[in-house]
Structure formats: structure tokens, C-alpha cells
């Protein structure tokens, strides 16, 4: 049981080839299917209209003996009476003896059922067969006079061959002498017709067997290919796996590093040059008090001065770090504050606009939202000598959409120096399944340029609204 479950249990290359097998298997037995049926279907269609035109050709054959047979007696049978015995046997002998092929004859019945003319069955002559039926049960006589009483007409019926003695399907063409009340007619075996078609569809079922194992073999080529593809693609697949796992764990450690050294330039040079500063006040003004100087309020002032200024740029890397806003009142408001103080920074014209959100992008859209915008202005202030900034983020029934344009020099060839930031931008898209997009063209002639970006996070990283949310958990309860 343990050996079965062991072969019963697949690894992820069997899992991958047989994901990829099962589709072509099943693809390849319809196709087969579909093939052996219209393969069938188109020569079903050949064979009875084949079928069709030698019956045809067989019953046009008989209507010319008939009609030459008539046109041999017709001047006896056209100048005599209807009670002309003479002339009767006179046209009994003409027809006895056209006698045709091997088993080819004309034969005569009168409308009583009565044979009168029988070459190569003799013992059937002056006998009545009204109610003669073949071994199928097929109505012979009475309907070869039925046909004669109408004019004329084709009749198919089983009959034992001259030749032979065994019975086999045979095509009778009658037509009737109204005055004489005969009916006159000859037939042809079609044996010779059933054989070819009996042959033909044979021949069919041939090839139709034939192709199922063209395409047996053809399918077991692809699926020995589709097998050592899948495991080649396996194995590459893991090599690059392993080799982008490593690329993506040395790319974190490098960010961690980059962070932590931008973090490190933030306190050495902002909050570590203001607590100096704040120290050489305090002490110049406990060195004023120990003299005695009335004047020491004015280094006190200074020093609380800094550090102010020392409290507002740890809230500034805090909120660089993580922004209290973005938690407390949502994507909105913490974009707001970032074009603000984006636009006091550096003096460029900043434009925010957005639609009541009410918080309902989750988690991982509300970051990655502002860690784009934040990359973005971060490449305005570096890079695109902007004089004008406009921030734009709604919501829509695909999700939301965040689009930051400027009124810069666009983006250089191959990105330069922006291209760390615009890759950045782009996994976080890629992370929430979003799309991200880039437009830019670069001034000419004193014209401007500009670049847009757009992120758009879909539908399913906004949360339902808090009506729709409590009427939900309202309906659990």
C-alpha cells in the first residue's frame, strides 16, 4: 500500500508534464475522433453517390434494352388487335430468344400474374406467380404488373441468378402493353455494384485505421517531446529560480543597506548637526550664567530654536520612514501632506487632487500607493528640473489609480539614473497584480516635456465599504 502511494505521489516535474500531456492527450483523441468520423462521414457520402450513379447507370441501361426491344417488335405489336394470338407468339419467340451477357433476358407477364415468357427459367413458364415474394419478403410479380398498369418503372428485388442458382439482388425495369395486358421488362444483377461498394467502404475502414495509427504514433512523438521539454524547462526553471532568489535576497540586502545608509545621512546630517548646535547653545549659556551674565536667554532661545528644529526633521524622517497619517486617515490625506511638504521643500507649483476614499484601499494598496508617489517626486526633485507637479488619485470601478505628471525634461535613454526608482515602482505593481505605466517626451526647441506615470491597482485591493461591511457581519451574526 505504501509502494502504491509512493507511485501514486508525483513531483513537481511529473506534476508539470502531466499538466502539459493531459491537454495534448485529450486534444489529440478529439481531433482523431473528429477526423475518423468526417473521414467516415465524407466517404459514406462518396460511396452512395457512387453507389447511386452505377444503379443509375445499370437502370438507364435496362430502359435502352427495353426500348430497343420494343422498337425491334413494335410494328407487329402496333398493327395488331388486342385478341391477335398470332401476333403474340409471334412477339413471345422475339423476346424469348434476346437473351443477353450470362444471365441477362427479357421475361413477359400478363396482368393475371401468368409468365409467358421465361428464356432462362423455362419451368416458370405458363404458370401463375401472382404473390411471389423473394426471401425478404419483397413483393415480385404483383408489383412488376402494379409498375406495367402505370406505364413503367424501376423494381429492386432478390432473385436466383442463371448462372449460379444462387439468389442475389437484381434491378428490373417493366413497362406494359395496355392492350395485350402484358407487362414486359428485363432485369440486371447488381452484385457487381454491391461488391464495389462493399470494397470501397472496406477500403475506408482501412484508411480510417491507418490514420488512428499515424496519429498514435504522432502523439506518442509529442508527448516523449512535450515530456523531456517539460523536464529541461523544469530544470532551467529551477537554475533561474535559484539564481533570481539570490538576485532578490542581495537586492533586499542592498536596499536594507541603502535605507539604512540614507536613514544614517538623515540623523548625521540633519539631527545630528541641530543637537550639536543645541549643545554649544546650552553650554554657552550655563558658561553666561555661571559668570553672573544677565545675557544668557539669548543662546536658551536659540537652542530651543534648534531643537524645535530637531523635533520637526525626526517627525519628518519618521513620517519618511512610515507616515502616522497614512494609518490614521488613510491614502488621501497622506498623499496630500506628501505634495505639501513635497512643494515647500523644493518650491515647485504642486496640483492634488483625489475623491473621497473613506479608507478603502486595504494594506498592501495604500502602501505601495504612497511608496510610488513617494518615488516619484524623490525622481522629479533629482531629476526632471519640473516646474510644475500634478498629483491625481481617484477611484473607478477597475480599482484605483494613482498618476503623477510633471512638466520636466522627461526621462533619459535607458532610464539613467531613474531606473532603480521606475523598477522599484514597477514590482510593487506587479506585487498587488496592478498595472503601471509610463509616458514621457523630452523638450525640444524650448518647447516642454514632461513625464506621466500611472498605477492602477485593481479591484480586489479595495475593501467594501463600512456599510456593506457591517450589514455582512451583521447577516453572519
Excluded: C
Excluded at 119 to 127: H, L, S, Y
Excluded at 261 to 270: K, N, P
Excluded at 364 to 384: D, F, M, P, S, V
Aim: charged fraction near 25%; glycine fraction near 10%; proline fraction near 3%.
Amino acid at each position: 500500500m505504501r509502494q502504491l502511494r509512493r507511485l501514486l505521489t508525483f513531483d513537481y516535474a511529473q506534476k508539470l508534464s502531466l499538466l502539459a500531456a493531459v491537454p495534448l492527450v485529450v486534444a489529440v483523441t478529439a481531433i482523431a475522433a473528429l477526423v475518423a468520423f468526417q473521414s467516415r462521414a465524407f466517404a459514406d457520402r462518396e460511396i452512395r453517390e457512387l453507389e447511386q450513379r452505377l444503379l443509375a447507370a445499370k437502370k438507364e441501361e435496362l430502359r435502352n434494352y427495353v426500348t430497343q426491344a420494343r422498337n425491334g417488335f413494335y410494328f407487329i405489336y402496333g398493327s395488331a388487335q388486342p385478341d391477335d394470338q398470332a401476333a403474340k407468339d409471334q412477339v413471345a419467340q422475339i423476346l424469348a430468344a434476346m437473351i443477353y451477357g450470362t444471365d441477362g433476358f427479357f421475361f413477359v407477364y400478363d396482368y393475371d400474374g401468368t409468365n409467358l415468357v421465361s428464356p432462362r427459367q423455362t419451368a416458370m413458364i405458363n404458370r401463375n406467380w401472382s404473390g411471389l415474394t423473394d426471401s425478404q419478403g419483397t413483393p415480385v410479380v404483383d408489383e412488376l404488373i402494379r409498375l406495367a398498369r402505370q406505364g413503367s418503372g424501376y423494381h429492386t428485388f432478390l432473385w436466383p441468378k442463371p448462372s449460379t442458382g444462387n439468389e442475389a439482388m437484381m434491378v428490373a425495369y417493366v413497362t406494359g402493353f395496355q392492350s395485350w395486358r402484358w407487362a414486359v421488362g428485363t432485369g440486371v444483377f447488381i452484385d457487381d455494384v454491391l461488391a464495389t461498394v462493399a470494397a470501397s467502404r472496406a477500403e475506408v475502414e482501412t484508411r480510417v485505421r491507418r490514420t488512428f495509427i499515424y496519429i498514435g504514433v504522432i502523439t506518442l512523438g509529442a508527448l516523449l517531446i512535450v515530456f523531456g521539454t517539460g523536464m529541461g524547462l523544469n530544470i532551467r526553471e529551477r537554475r533561474l529560480a535559484d539564481a533570481k532568489l539570490k538576485a532578490l535576497t542581495q537586492r533586499v540586502f542592498d536596499t536594507q543597506e541603502e535605507e539604512r545608509g540614507r536613514v544614517a545621512r538623515e540623523l548625521h546630517d540633519g539631527i545630528s548637526q541641530i543637537l550639536v548646535g543645541v549643545r554649544f547653545a546650552l553650554d554657552n549659556a550655563r558658561r553666561r550664567l555661571s559668570r553672573g551674565d544677565g545675557s544668557a536667554a539669548a543662546p536658551l532661545d536659540k537652542g530651543i530654536e534648534n531643537l524645535g528644529l530637531a523635533i520637526t526633521e525626526v517627525r519628518r524622517i519618521s513620517r519618511d520612514l512610515r507616515p502616522g497619517v497614512l494609518d490614521d486617515l488613510g491614502l488621501g490625506p497622506a498623499l496630500k501632506a506628501l505634495v505639501a511638504d513635497f512643494g515647500d521643500r523644493t518650491g515647485i507649483a504642486t496640483e492634488f487632487n483625489t475623491v473621497v476614499f473613506r479608507n478603502r484601499l486595504d494594506e498592501e494598496g495604500k502602501i505601495a500607493l504612497y511608496r510610488i508617489a513617494q518615488e516619484a517626486l524623490t525622481n522629479i526633485e533629482r531629476h526632471a528640473e519640473a516646474t510644475a507637479v500634478s498629483v491625481d488619485l481617484r477611484g473607478h470601478t477597475q480599482g484605483a489609480t494613482l498618476r503623477i505628471s510633471d512638466n520636466g525634461r522627461g526621462l533619459p535613454a535607458g532610464l539613467g539614473a531613474a531606473g532603480m526608482g521606475l523598477r522599484n515602482m514597477q514590482e510593487r505593481v506587479e506585487q498587488l497584480d496592478g498595472s503601471l505605466r509610463i509616458l514621457s517626451s523630452r523638450g525640444t526647441r524650448g518647447q516642454p516635456g514632461g513625464t506621466v506615470i500611472e498605477a492602477q491597482v485593481p479591484l480586489s485591493h479595495l475593501l467594501p465599504p463600512e456599510g456593506s461591511a457591517n450589514l455582512q457581519t451583521e447577516a453572519q451574526a
